[in-house]
């Protein structure tokens, strides 16, 4: 038993993550023809609480009252996993990226997110803050403008064979690499 | 209320952001949308619940939700979240294929519809917008639910921010390039 537990405390491969979530999309439509994707639920929290007279926000969010308990999961799953079967040891890090984060103070690699960057003190120096506020304003703009985000466009779309899901994708990845390698490296020394 | 339901009518007219340009919310916008959504209790929502715990789950132990793994990813230092997306993508799409080829019905019945969408320059400009806050906050929005319930309090920041970039999207969408 105890082995059983300890497999399942270390991090999961990814053909194991892979094919769970890719499983989600069947799931789903199975259970009532719904549509795998994550980012609308920002839209949602926008039309039930500040609609403003927008027209992009008026429209009956309780039609979509399923992925709002979609949702709820992930947030009670997040706390199982991080609470009753969590890795007990630092996260393995590329030393590459390990090296390149030492250059920029960010030693810390003992949970998923490195402190120096996600912590109350670090959102009030101006690197937290762009990282952090910037980038979560940039994740809500971006993925709403884009129509989806990496659930609603990479996976949904693309196993719908969707060429706009594509072009979203490619442009999703093509983000990241500037940002990762070009503007990071700028922002992190801040 | 009945205010606002004129207002509403009265802006209905026909152009490109009439069109539904989002790719997971299908509703009113869509000229021709007959779907018939079963009436159903609150309650049965409750399998998708299931179906995210699952998610939340999978996002936490294979670190999709890390900082790090999304770095090393745009650094091709890792083949991890190649690897996650590529079989998710893989699995889903036999899974569409099955779907339609059988056309298979949903539990209760109904039959299961797949929406062509087209293409917008909001999936270019939208789409590097997105990159560049997945590489800066290590998430998209799946993430950060589980990020905050697994005692990251801070994300509650960044995903406020991101409702906050929603909403300035939908303040600002008709005078957006499109």
């Known amino acids: 038993m105890e082995t059983i537990l300890d497999t399942i405390r270390q991090p999961w491969p990814w053909y194991v993550a892979g094919a769970l979530i890719g499983l989600i999309v069947p799931a789903l439509l199975l259970m009532g023809n719904k ?5 609308a639920n920002l839209r949602h929290a926008c039309a039930t609480f500040f609609p403003a007279g927008i027209k992009f ?42 090296e390149e984060l030492a250059g920029y103070g960010i030693t810390d690699h003992e949970t998923l997110l490195p402190k120096e960057i996600f912590s109350w003190e670090a959102l009030l120096t101006v690197r937290g803050f762009v990282m952090l506020v910037l980038g979560g304003f ?53 | 209320m009945a205010t606002k339901n004129d207002t509403m009518t009265a802006q209905k007219t026909p152009g490109i952001l009439d069109k539904d340009t989002d790719f997971e919310v299908r509703i009113d ?71 339609k080829r059988f056309k298979i019905k949903t539990v209760s019945g109904e039959e299961i519809d797949f929406q062509p969408k087209k293409f917008n320059k909001g999936q270019i400009i939208g789409g590097l917008l997105f990159g560049f806050g997945w590489a800066l906050t290590g998430a998209c929005p799946g993430p950060l639910f589980a990020q905050i319930s697994a005692g990251f309090l801070v994300i509650i920041v960044v995903l406020l921010s991101a409702v906050a970039g929603t909403w300035v999207y939908g303040y600002f969408r008709t005078r957006l390039p499109h």
Not at chain 1, 57 to 85: M, P
Not at chain 1, 147 to 172: D, K, R, W, Y
Not at chain 2, 37 to 52: C, D, F, I, R, S
Not at chain 2, 60 to 67: G, H, L, N, T
């Open chain 1, 138 to 190: 940039l994740v809500g703009f971006g993925t709403r403008y884009a129509g989806g985000c990496t659930s609603g466009h990479a996976i949904m779309g693309l196993s719908n064979l969707q060429l706009p899901s594509l072009v979203a994708t490619i442009m999703f990845m093509v983000g990241g690499f500037i940002m990762a390698n070009l503007l990071l490296p700028l922002i992190m020394r801040l």
């Open chain 1, 57 to 98: 926000f008026q429209y009956d969010w309780k039609k979509e009252l399923w992925n709002l308990f979609f949702v709820v999961g992930i947030l009670i799953g997040g706390f199982i996993a991080a609470t009753w079967i969590a890795n007990p040891n630092p996260v393995v890090v590329d030393p590459r990226l390990m």
């Open chain 2, 29 to 99: 916008q869509t000229i021709c949308v007959n779907k018939s959504e079963q009436e159903t209790p609150l309650w049965h929502n409750l399998k998708y619940a299931l179906v995210g715990i699952l998610f939340g789950i999978v996002f936490i132990k294979a670190e999709i939700v890390s900082w790090f793994r999304i770095q090393e990813m745009f650094r091709l230092q890792s083949f991890h979240m190649y690897g996650v997306i590529g079989t998710a993508v893989v699995v889903g799409m036999i899974s569409v294929w099955l779907i």
């Open chain 1, 35 to 39: 549509h795998f994707g994550i980012s």
